[in-house]
């Protein structure tokens, strides 16, 4: 079996590249979703989904169903682009240039060649007429670059309920270098609030507020420190009153928890603020309106969560098996999100909709997120072999016994 | 009329043409994996097409490896009988779907010429329960499908069949004929048939149980393969090691198959011959036994160098030992090859042919 | 020389003192509940002159059993003992014999131990116990897989990739050694051949496992069991053979680890999962009698368990070439006619015959139920694990004796 699967991954491997290339080309800032959505929908159609949807937050989702009603597993990639700086790049973010093996372009790893090798995937099961038991959903989600993962959230809440689909796994489309990552850590920003009649007392408290949250060291659970960034400080006037906020970002290990996080800096900033003179002092996590590209409009809290699914089970154990067993090398790990603001929906999936989740995609998280992000072309072949493995193995019809060439 | 038969195996689309009952086909060819890639009915249609040049189709029939309980005869494809199979896709999923392509297929691009499926478990589609049952809980074996069945029915039913013609030319038997029947090809296997209906069957849920295939490991204790999973790996590596990695071949250190270690002398194909001809040896005992007896052995199957030894095995080994040299109708080997045997058996189901085209046909 | 014989089970003991050449049985008997305290106290049913007796001990190990049973051993005058043989299920592929306890031999016994996990730790505790409190006495292990050491590699083998013989040991070990190569040896004095000449197929067919052994010249060439007991036939709870696939498939669909689908092989298999209520095929047998499905669903237990023997014996005959004896042994062997019946009836194109009379009337064993016409004689054969040990014992040490004389 996983040598004829490779046989015609080789054959796919220019469609799928190909595939990759029209995305990447196509930009898709956050709530900019609407052209790379409809390259998306052309694709699933002749990769032969069974049931092809856009829903209401512009998420675009390809089923093809098994023969029984689960176990469901959901792939799932975002289509929108993190924000990106032209003149740091010396080739065209959206060129889709090939050379020295590479697919060239912003999201070529985060998550473009992702979500073409998960669309795929799910050609290469069905060209290969390999039968599924439960479902396969292919989710390219929109707005995950933009804090909150509004895009995964309607699809949990909505859209895959009213198409009668429960995912049973998940596995994200994300830069794994082809791993099999089992988690990461999360951001949460936070805006400290200080208001007061005084503009002078305002003014001070703010600067204090800043220099202490900023310098002193923060301890996080298990003892460690956590990572904290104060963003910037801003002043407004309002109904007399002088007011300046302050946003920070502080990364989340697995275990804590976002309201004693909040306590923690509250009473850190009033300490220090109340000293300076007669002020108020707020703190809460950042929060900020969203308008998608269908017009809907939501509120996004910016809290990413930090999550991890146990490396021993089920889903962890079956993915490196399979894998293992078709000849792919793949070693689990985590995201280290070496920059501020990268992260994924696996935290919303398993701690709001209690879907375990898995990321393996052929992107690099080295060169996320950066000028000249790349994605390499056999990566994504690859990746597009390993997806249907994996889905093979955790939503396919079992072949054991039937896969020697004697009969 | 020509008949046009396919064979869709799990790696390439093999297919011959016949004329009426030569023994020769007309053409003979392959489609290759890759090439399959594309579209698999296209290559269906490339064959069609080539066989065309050599007149009109009058039937197609197609090879199918599995039709689990349901299919006890060869069928004629219509679109219950394909839902039909589609339901059964779990029990054979990687050749069941190639043979539902390849059949809807042919429909397609031919929609007149009627296509016979003809199956290889539906000559043990009536055996014993307790010849099928797994010592297992009832229900599991329910959920899971699990019985027993043999994979190579077109061949054997063909070898029985023509033992028991030549055995009637010899004199009229009394009672039922107790054949067994030894299929040599990659994956052997080994049938006792009283009169027409098999009592025992080597292979098992799967073709993967009894004698040990080119790469396939045959009988094997069932801790096995859950003290290989604790070393680490995972069902589908097992998996793959017992299919692919197993079997003659495993013990030969190398590829090999049956016409080679049967009929070339190197040392290092000793231990896979030795231990073939040993399972062979026991699933000869324990297929007579089946029987209370044994009247004749029939050959059958692709290796033709190696039946001409198993013929001599058969008489100076087996029967010598175990019968006293009693084996009253002796050894036949089927010269017929499978896709012949496949257009005969659909020729067979001509009346039934001939009566749906005159249930279809307008009343005047 | 008098023989103290252990069989050692996960919370039980059993023994027997036994007197050879003569075979003579001075005190016997079982020490249960060893271990952890449970609702019964612990005890020993000790038998002595036909008279049995019970002694409630705490025995928190199988050295403390040993202790009580020396105790009752003295007691009753019985202090004079020779030597101990223990029975150990598996040898792997180090001990093709019986071996003199040292301290190499219980450091092979620990490495072997890992290939039967739930027999051989007790027997090695056991023998360490033995060795420590009583180091004066010769102590053998004799194995249930030395009989079958010298199964030819043909049959030895399996088709699998080099690797897993190399590294696992994976191979055909058998069981049911020390049962097959008493009730072969007692068949052979029955019918006057001497055993090196004697070939049968020997059915070993316990209220537990169950296994045929193929016999040429009075060794084992080939048996059911496999690598583990679960290959062969189907026993009480296991399901002997199945497609490879088969557990593949359970895995998958139990979704549970490799140890849960061995637990439903070994304890739910087998005559009671296919029964779904009782793991005795007479039970099985008894409700085969009458109508309805309850009755049919019984018949087909009953039916599938005799085919399978039967199977396997036409297999074994045809290995075994010219055979003197079919042999029937242990509980079921023993005590249960239809099944002996539906395995051998209707060979007789193959010189067997059985006796329907002779079969269902046993007045002692051993018997034979073949008809007078029968080539093939079938055995009913009582078997004695404990005189197979002492007689294995007996014969190393005589044998190890001559040679200090002859070395002298």
């Not at chain 1, 990769?47 to 089923?63: K, P």
């Not at chain 1, 269908?294 to 509120?299: A, D, E, K, M, Y």
């Not at chain 3, 360490?128 to 010769?138: D, I, M, V, W, Y």
Request: hydrophobic share 40%.
């Amino acid at each position: 079996m996983y040598r004829m699967l490779k046989a015609r991954r080789d054959a796919m491997k220019d469609d799928v590249v190909g595939f990759a290339q029209e995305l990447v080309r196509t930009p898709s800032p956050s709530f900019q979703e609407r052209g790379v959505a409809a390259i998306v929908e052309a694709g699933m159609k002749s990769a032969g989904f069974d049931n092809i949807f856009t829903d209401d937050a512009g998420n675009v989702i390809g089923v093809m169903y098994g023969r029984e009603n689960g176990p469901n597993l959901l792939l799932l990639s975002h289509m929108d682009s993190c924000p990106h700086d032209a003149s740091a790049w010396k080739r065209h973010p959206f060129s889709g240039e090939i050379s020295d093996g590479r697919l060239w372009g912003l999201s070529a790893s985060d998550c473009k060649g992702g979500l073409a090798a998960q669309i795929f995937a799910a050609a290469l099961l069905r060209r290969a007429i390999l039968p599924l038991q439960g479902s396969l959903i292919v989710a390219a989600t929109v707005a995950e670059e933009k804090w909150g993962s509004i895009g995964v959230r309607a699809l949990m809440q909505r859209t895959l309920p009213a198409l009668g689909l429960e995912p049973a796994y998940a596995v994200l489309g994300e830069p794994t270098g082809l791993g099999i990552y089992y988690g990461h850590d999360g951001w949460m920003e936070i805006d400290a609030c200080i208001r007061g009649a005084n503009p002078f007392h305002v003014g001070d408290a703010a600067e204090a507020v800043a220099r202490r949250l900023g310098s002193r060291p923060w301890a996080a659970e298990g003892g460690k420190s956590a990572e904290f960034h104060v963003q910037n400080l801003s002043y407004a006037q309002s109904e007399g009153l002088r007011r300046a906020t302050i946003r920070m970002a502080r990364r989340l290990s697995v275990p804590e928890n976002v309201a004693r996080v909040l306590e923690q800096v509250k009473s850190d900033a009033l300490e220090v603020a109340t000293s300076t003179g007669a002020v108020a002092v707020d703190v809460a996590v950042h929060e900020e309106s969203q308008m998608l590209y269908t017009g809907h409009t939501t509120v996004a809290r910016h809290v990413l969560s930090a999550w991890e699914t146990d490396p021993f089970c089920p889903l962890m154990e079956r993915t490196r098996h399979a894998l293992s067993a078709a000849g792919l090398e793949a070693k689990p790990g985590k995201w280290r999100l070496g920059k501020a603001g990268m992260g994924t929906a696996g935290g919303v999936l398993m701690r709001d909709f209690s879907v375990p989740a898995i990321g393996y995609g052929p992107g690099d998280e080295d060169v996320a997120h950066g000028p000249d992000e790349y994605a390499e072309t056999d990566a994504i072949a690859e990746a597009t072999l390993g997806t249907a493995v994996i889905a093979h193995a955790l939503v396919g019809v079992p072949v054991y016994g039937w896969t020697s060439d004697e009969i | 009329m020509n008949i046009l038969a396919f064979d869709p195996g799990r790696v390439r689309l093999d297919y011959s043409l016949f004329r009426d009952a030569e023994r020769k086909p007309i053409i003979t060819g392959h489609v290759p994996e890759p090439d399959m890639t594309a579209d698999p009915a296209d290559a269906v249609a490339d064959a069609v097409g080539s066989a065309l040049n050599y007149g009109e189709i009058g039937l197609c029939v197609v090879r199918v490896v599995f039709g689990g309980e349901a299919f006890k005869t060869c069928a004629i494809a219509d679109w219950l009988v394909l839902e039909r199979l589609h339901e059964m896709i779990p029990q054979s999923p990687l050749h069941l779907p190639r043979a539902i392509e390849t059949v809807r297929a042919v429909m397609r691009c031919r929609p007149e010429i009627p296509v016979v499926l003809d199956f290889e478990t539906a000559f043990f589609a009536g055996l014993p329960e307790r010849e099928t049952v797994y010592a297992i809980d009832p229900g599991l074996s329910a959920a899971l499908r699990l019985r027993r069945y043999g994979y190579h029915g077109i061949y054997h039913r063909a070898a029985c069949h023509e033992a028991a013609h030549k055995a009637a030319n010899r004199e009229a038997p009394a009672s039922p004929l107790r054949i067994l029947s030894i299929c040599l090809e990659p994956k052997p296997e080994v049938a006792a048939v009283v009169g027409i209906r098999p009592v025992y069957v080597t292979s098992g849920s799967t073709p993967l149980e009894g004698l040990p295939g080119r790469t396939s490991c045959g009988d094997l204790d069932p801790s096995l393969p859950g003290l290989l999973m604790r070393r680490e790996l995972g069902p589908e590596r097992v998996d793959e090691l017992l299919t692919k990695e197993s079997g003659l071949s495993a013990l030969a250190g190398r590829m090999t198959d049956l016409d080679e270690i049967l009929t070339v002398d190197d040392p290092s194909l000793n231990a896979a011959r030795d231990y073939f001809l040993y399972r062979l040896l026991q699933a000869c005992g324990a297929g007579a036994a089946a029987m209370g007896g044994l009247d004749g052995v029939a050959l059958s199957g692709r290796y033709r160098k190696a039946a001409g030894q198993i013929r001599e095995w058969v008489v100076s080994s087996f029967a010598e030992r175990f019968l006293s040299g009693k084996l009253r109708y002796g050894v036949t080997m089927l010269e017929a090859s499978r896709d012949r045997i496949m257009a005969d058996d659909a020729m067979g189901t001509a009346p039934q042919i001939l009566a749906r085209i005159k249930d279809a046909a307008p009343v005047p | 020389m008098n023989i103290l014989v252990f069989n050692c089970g996960s919370s039980s003991l059993k023994y027997r003192l036994l007197r050879l050449p003569g075979e003579a049985e001075l005190a016997g008997g079982e020490a249960r509940r060893i271990g952890p305290r449970t609702a019964e106290p612990a005890h020993v049913v000790h038998r002595v002159n036909g008279i049995t007796t019970t002694h409630y001990h705490p025995m928190p190990d199988h050295g403390a059993a040993f202790s009580n049973v020396m105790q009752l051993l003295e007691r009753d005058g019985l202090a004079e003992i020779d030597a101990i043989g223990h029975r150990m299920v598996h040898g792997g592929g180090r001990f093709a014999d019986c071996a003199l306890v040292d301290e190499a031999v219980i450091a092979g016994l620990e490495e072997t131990s890992v290939l039967a996990p739930l027999h051989n730790p007790p027997a090695i505790s056991l023998v360490k116990s033995c060795a420590r409190l009583r180091p004066e006495l010769p102590e053998v292990v004799v194995f249930d897989t030395a009989f079958h050491s010298g199964i030819p590699e043909y049959a030895r083998n399996y088709a699998i990739p080099g690797w897993m013989r190399e590294e696992i040991g994976v191979r055909k070990y058998g069981f049911h050694g020390i049962s097959h190569e008493y009730v072969t040896t007692e068949a052979a004095r029955f019918l006057g051949i001497a055993t090196a000449k004697f070939n049968a197929v020997s059915c070993h067919l316990g209220s537990g496992g169950a296994s045929l052994c193929a016999v040429v010249n009075g060794l084992s060439v080939d048996n059911t069991m496999g690598y583990s007991p679960l290959q062969g036939l189907i026993m009480s709870t296991r399901s002997g053979s199945l497609d490879p696939s088969v557990p593949l498939r359970l895995f998958h669909h139990l979704g549970c680890n490799g140890t849960g689908v061995e637990d439903l092989l070994n304890k739910k298999s087998g005559v009671l999962g296919l029964s779904g209520s009782s793991s005795d095929i007479r039970d099985a047998l008894a409700a085969a009698v009458g109508d309805g499905p309850e009755s049919e669903r019984a018949r087909a237990v009953a039916d599938a368990y005799a085919w399978r023997i039967r199977k396997h014996l036409g297999a074994y005959l045809a290995v075994v070439g010219r055979a003197d004896a079919v042999i029937f042994t242990d509980t079921v062997g023993e005590e249960v006619p239809p099944i002996r019946y539906a395995v051998c009836a209707g060979m007789e194109d193959f010189g067997l015959a059985i006796d329907r009379g002779r079969n269902e009337k046993i007045s002692a064993l051993p018997a034979d139920v073949a008809t007078d016409e029968s080539r093939i004689r079938i055995l009913v054969v009582k078997t004695d694990e404990e005189m197979s040990i002492a007689r294995t014992v007996h014969r190393f040490l005589t044998r190890q004796a001559l040679a200090v004389c002859q070395d002298g």
